[in-house]
């Protein structure tokens, strides 16, 4: 077993190892290097775009999707990857704001990303301020067809909610899990009928790292790309330093220790969805 996991729920699906962008004049004797569950892969491109990828000399399930490359350690994915139609959609704008390193189990780092109710407090004058701090009532559910977690009619105020916000406004948020390790956020845009689309996408190196890679999927045309990055990288930079500091980088799934509020439903659900496919991964025991 060359990785540091055994769990099905890692092992039997699509994960991303890096943007596809990083295949771009790679080849079997000059691949692209990441690591993946602890293990060492080699990618590169054929000269018709098929992707490859290998473990030493094993061969290994990889295919480009969304603008990144997924891969199927065990060659038996239990499920298709998601469908992310908003990456193909017309007038959208792709930005790949680039992956970045945490030190904590992807868990965490996804129901952080969940989590309205800490924009007031970490992300002050962008994606929220005090005195406005409540979490407005929103629905959660599983949709049957895909299993994924969908959390609809969500709201809250921001004092600055994108690159493209100068004042403060009502943003409605929708958020869908549809991996352990992925995520995708859908908010009010500059056009008042569509919604932009975030997608964030977990790398996990082993059960206490990640990379997370983030993708914007915006009606933008007026941020240049620049722009649009080092806001994500500043959001994600008030993350990252308390995403680091949790006492345990496991994310416990049974007990008490962290206790729900109503801004949590999502982060209830979430777990409660991990536990239920008896996620290992990432996790640690109930003290
Ligand atoms: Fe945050």
Redesign the pocket.
């Known amino acids: 077993m060359p990785f540091v996991t055994d769990d099905p729920n890692m092992l039997d699906d699509w994960l991303v190892v890096g943007p596809a962008s990083a295949l771009a004049g790679r080849s079997q004797r000059q691949p692209y290097g990441t690591c993946l569950l602890g293990a060492t892969l080699s990618l590169w491109a054929e000269a018709d775009g098929t992707p490859q990828c290998r473990l030493g000399t094993q061969p290994l399930s990889v295919q480009s999707r969304h603008g990144y490359l997924w891969v199927c350690p065990s060659g038996r994915p239990a499920r298709p990857l998601f469908e992310f139609p908003e990456y193909t959609e017309p007038g959208r704008r792709l930005v790949d704001c680039g992956g970045i390193g945490v030190a904590v189990s992807g868990l965490r780092v996804i129901e952080?990303?969940l989590?309205m109710a800490?924009?007031p407090f970490?992300?002050a004058d962008y994606?929220g301020k005090v005195p406005h701090t409540e979490v407005a009532r929103y629905e959660v559910a599983i949709e049957p067809a895909t299993g994924e977690i969908w959390a609809t009619d969500c709201r809250f105020w921001q004092p600055r909610a994108s690159a493209a916000h100068d004042s403060g406004a009502d943003v409605r948020y929708t958020y869908r899990v549809m991996q352990p390790f992925s995520a995708m956020l859908y908010k009010s845009s500059l056009r008042p009928e569509a919604r932009d689309a975030i997608g964030l996408f977990l790398q996990p190196l082993d059960d206490e790292h990640v990379i997370a890679h983030t993708v914007l999927a915006y009606f933008d045309d007026v941020s240049s790309d620049a722009e649009l990055i080092a806001f994500q990288h500043t959001?994600?930079g008030?993350?990252k330093p308390i995403l680091e500091n949790h006492a345990f980088k496991r994310m416990p799934l049974e007990g008490r220790a962290e206790t729900p509020t109503r801004g949590d439903t999502t982060s209830v659900t979430y777990r409660r969805w991990l536990r239920e496919r008896g996620m290992r991964f990432g996790t640690r025991a109930a003290t």
């Open positions: 952080n990303f989590d800490h924009f970490v992300h994606l959001i994600f008030q993350d």
